[in-house]
């Protein structure tokens, strides 16, 4: 028999306002948090890893800082929101700067593509690649301006709960064409296959298939020129810190090192978790910010499951895996920007075998991340931090990881050295791994997908796990697997979403 507790934290808001229990502290969990502490209820997290952040943790070893997942901040206001809301600044806690230069594109051939935020430079970028694509990309960033407009800043953070809220939004989704490819919209603007690529990458950002992703996702150009590409001083675990510290100031607690096992439902509402050590902790609502495919398959009792059962979870499509090498170097590699992508030879080969075909290929496509271009203090004196991350199939593969981790590290060791960090191997002095099953067995990540259901049509907004669970009362979800989806745009807003959805604290009086 489990002990049964109420959580009831003493803080700021006193022993009568009504409890909400978020199931793990990703930056879902940690932004809902801090939005139902300012409507008045007391909040606890619980989390299965010994620290916040959920993929935004922290590896610190070997006098290095590795951020162990997200690295880029879009759309920051959503974070300085949090911080408003309990009203204070976040700039008196956490410093995010903007980067000029967005990302270096390097294609296999040496070419590359210097992408910003800048209209003048980029213009002139095309121009370089292909002078009679200029005017096509000029129309493709003004759709992607519209598209932006209208999905992110006016439905972003709609909860798509109902059908009618689908059909409303329906018109626009077949206008800006989200029943094309993000591949086959940006091909009706520009011709050239290196651009074609350089405007088509962005949902692999958000565990997409560019191929196969609706071309609503087209709206992330513009957003990047909106409101920029930053990154927070200290790393980004210097947000998800500071995401915690706010939540306690508000009265709010944490609880590390906990698993649930078990969503509580009792008369069709959800009333608490039970962990894995048989505690059963109560509260009037319950939020998760677990992978909702776990959330849906294996938290809740089979009486609360309708659309979302173990098979229908199981017939759905999960965003690839992820290949991460967080490594430190012993001498610096200042040529080497804050933000590269190495492209292989192959794009469109590449994306089918990794989502249709679920086969690991020789060649790859790399991320590389360097934070010690412009913060220093993430590596000692005279080192640089990296993590180069690369795009794998998710379990559905036979792929072998225990056994193919290491030739894989060593053959985009071998291509960094080829390519823009010449002498690598002579240089490395702290490594570490994150593969498939770390996802899985770190995160409970169905089938180790690193960003929950694949962003297509039929798995986005209506379509997609509602934000509040209709079969369950008092039940709801944030996070990338839910609306509106992956990336920490995304994920914020869904935390947005429960400004609508959840009811009011006083509700509970």
């Not at 790393?235 to 995401?243: H, N, P």
């Not at 960090?421 to 498939?436: K, N, V």
Request: charged residues 25%.
């Amino acid at each position: 028999m489990g002990t049964h507790v109420d959580i009831r934290p003493a803080g700021v808001l006193g022993e009568t306002a009504p409890t909400a229990l978020v199931i793990g502290s990703g930056f879902g969990g940690l932004a809902a948090a801090v939005r139902l502490g300012a409507r008045g209820y007391r909040v606890k997290v619980v989390e299965r890893l010994d620290q916040p952040g959920g993929r935004a943790r922290v590896f610190c070893q070997d006098g290095f800082t590795f951020d162990a997942g997200p690295t880029i901040i879009t759309a920051p206001f959503l974070f300085e929101e949090l911080w408003t809301l309990a009203g204070e600044r976040m700039s008196d806690h956490v410093e995010v700067k903007p980067i000029e230069g967005f990302y270096d594109i390097r294609f296999d051939d040496g070419d590359v593509f210097h992408y910003s935020g800048d209209p003048v430079a980029m213009r002139a970028e095309v121009e370089r690649f292909s002078p009679s694509d200029v005017k096509g990309y000029e129309r493709f960033m003004q759709r992607s301006a519209e598209l932006c407009r209208t999905a992110f800043e006016e439905m972003g953070h709609v909860s798509f709960g109902n059908v009618a809220d689908m059909l409303k939004a329906a018109p626009d989704i077949v206008r800006f064409g989200g029943l094309k490819s993000m591949y086959n919209i940006v091909a009706s603007y520009i011709k050239d296959e290196k651009l074609r690529v350089v405007f088509s990458f962005h949902p692999l950002l958000i565990g997409g298939n560019p191929l196969t992703a609706s071309g609503v996702y087209g709206l992330i150009p513009h957003l990047e020129r909106e409101w920029g590409v930053h990154y927070a001083v200290g790393g980004t675990g210097a947000l998800v810190r500071g995401l915690q510290a706010l939540i306690e100031r508000q009265g709010g607690s944490f609880e590390f090192g906990q698993d649930v096992d078990e969503i509580l439902v009792e008369q069709g509402r959800a009333a608490g978790v039970r962990l894995a050590d048989g505690r059963k902790l109560y509260s009037d609502i319950v939020v998760s910010n677990a992978d909702s495919a776990t959330t849906l398959r294996d938290l809740l009792p089979s009486s609360a499951r309708r659309r979302w059962s173990p098979k229908a979870v199981d017939k759905a499509k999960i965003s690839m895996g992820l290949f991460v090498w967080y490594f430190g170097t012993k001498r610096q590699f200042p040529e080497v920007a804050h933000h590269t992508i190495l492209l292989g030879p192959r794009y469109q080969g590449l994306l089918k075998d990794i989502f249709q075909h679920h086969k690991l290929s020789e060649d790859f496509s790399l991320y590389l991340h360097r934070p010690t271009s412009r913060d220093p203090s993430l590596a000692p004196p005279g080192c640089d931090a990296f993590y180069v991350l690369s795009p794998v199939p998710n379990l559905e593969g036979d792929v072998d990881w225990a056994k193919m981790a290491e030739p894989y590290r060593k053959s985009i060791e071998k291509r960094l050295c080829e390519t823009v960090m010449p002498g690598l191997d002579e240089a490395i002095m702290s490594s570490r791994l994150l593969t498939p099953p770390d996802f899985e067995t770190d995160y409970r990540a169905y089938r180790g997908g690193a960003f929950s259901f694949e962003p297509v049509l039929t798995q986005s907004a209506w379509f997609r796990p509602h934000n509040r669970l209709g079969a369950v009362e008092n039940l709801f979800l944030v996070g990338a697997g839910t609306h509106p989806g992956a990336g920490v745009p995304g994920v914020l807003s869904s935390a947005r979403v429960l400004d609508e959805v959840v009811p009011d604290a006083s509700q509970f009086a």
